[in-house]
């Protein structure tokens, strides 16, 4: 079973930056679409930022563009979180995930099968 395995997280003054790694744990992530979603206290999990298999595209909650950014390095087997210009309302638990390829980043929680076990992020003002 492939298990996602997060790391980056940490505290960080509002207007910091963290950068969030997601490597693959027993095998290959390169022909998976990936996802980054969030979960702080007391709300729903949320979806955050998306990527296709090949890097290609990229989606992003409506709220996070701009601040965020999403990547992958195949070489390295790792996907990334840039999070810039960080609030207080960043802070959450950063989970990784990984779902089928395709041409489109998915959004959808639903879509993904195969979770880490979350980084925690807190942003502090």
């Known amino acids: 079973q492939v298990q996602p395995v997060e790391s980056g997280g940490g505290l960080v003054q509002a207007g910091g930056s963290l950068r969030l790694s997601c490597r693959a744990s027993g095998r290959t992530f390169s022909s998976d679409n990936m996802g980054w979603f969030r979960q702080a206290p007391g709300k729903e999990r949320e979806f955050v930022a998306a990527?296709?298999?090949?890097?290609?595209?990229?989606a992003y909650a409506d709220i996070l563009k701009g601040r965020f950014t999403i990547s992958r390095n195949k070489a390295e087997n790792t996907v990334y979180l840039q999070m810039n210009s960080l609030k207080p309302e960043d802070t959450a638990v950063y989970y990784c995930?990984?779902?089928?390829?395709?041409?489109?980043?998915?959004?959808?929680?639903?879509?993904?099968?195969?979770w880490g076990q979350g980084t925690q992020v807190t942003v502090s003002s």
């Open positions: 990527i296709t298999w090949n890097g290609a595209h990229t």
């Open positions: 995930a990984t779902a089928d390829w395709g041409w489109n980043p998915k959004t959808h929680e639903q879509d993904y099968y195969f």
